[in-house]
């Protein structure tokens, strides 16, 4: 007879009670963990060995296992607070002391992975939407063509084949005592936008940002925004007015702007996220450059003979927003020999 059940997630230090010819806790303890199994909930405390064993066997039936996880129910403004929460969170704890812009993406992106792994919202359109997403660290040198995250989103209609765009945005802190963003790299910035279309820079500030348009529709938990973005095009033009010969200088050549002057052209980024992206606003439609971006071969953009010091960009994002009712796939296609998947577990992870 098979038994279904599931494992709790809980480790503990313990004897396996299960005890197959492949246990590796049968003596002495060992990290094991708690399983329920039906009927009547009961519990058994199990090593991993012997819980691949009976999976094996077929004796155990995993449940749930080759369902995709029901999504979590969320209405749009919570999802937006939510994304909020997560940026002006991550970057205040940042500063003083870890006040850098990779740190900052790595543990948005950390934190952003959790709250979007599989969830489904109200109110964005008259579908219910089902969203999922994974985020990705390039394991190699980048090279910063694209920017620091590439953005890729497939969106996915009911009787329609799915379209799916890419866009890349560029990320810099505010200087720590000034109001100076001290750090923007024409040249860089040039390379980016004649790459992709529509790159986006985006800017975290230590304090909150409140120069940009009437939100006053939003509600109040979404109005302290601390990340925000602004075309670079725009960026562009305000650098041309400082220096018209920057796309000639070097490329990591630095140009001071005062926020004063970029904020009133900035959207939050759980706005751009929320509002443009996952509406399929804003994207790059080229099939070739997404291929490359998920960091596969092709000729219009040929990658490096040597993966590691291909031009991609530090992190990438992937996210399928799902309209209607249609079956939510989690798979992701992406080249994993050179991207490793930033997970929201990575301490005490007991993998079954
Ligand atoms: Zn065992």
Sequence with gaps: M???VEPSGVILK????IQTEKCVAEYSSAAITAVWYSPGRKQVNVCRSCFD?????????VKGARLSPRPENMSLMTLYSELENIFRQQILDSYPSDWNEDFITRKIFFEYRKLFRNIQIDGLSSL?????SAAYKFTGNPERQFGDIGFIVKIIYPGSHPFEGVTSLEAKIRHKTTRKFAEIKGKQLNIISSNV???MLLMYDYQPIEKFHDYSFFPSTTKRNHAVVVPVDIVESII???DPYYPEKDKNHKISIDGKSIYKFTVPLA???LFRYFRGLDLDFNQNLIRSMKGYENEE????YNLREAPLPQYLLLVNVNYGDSETNMEFDINTGIFREITSSEEQEFDF
């Design 2 to 4: 098979i038994t279904r």
């Design 14 to 17: 313990d004897i396996c009670e």
């Design 53 to 61: 064993e009976m999976v094996r066997r077929g004796e155990w039936e």
């Design 128 to 132: 219910p939407i089902k969203i999922n």
């Design 197 to 199: 279309k529509y790159p």
């Design 240 to 242: 041309r007015e400082i």
């Design 271 to 273: 706005y751009q996220i």
């Design 301 to 304: 953009f040929p990658l490096s």
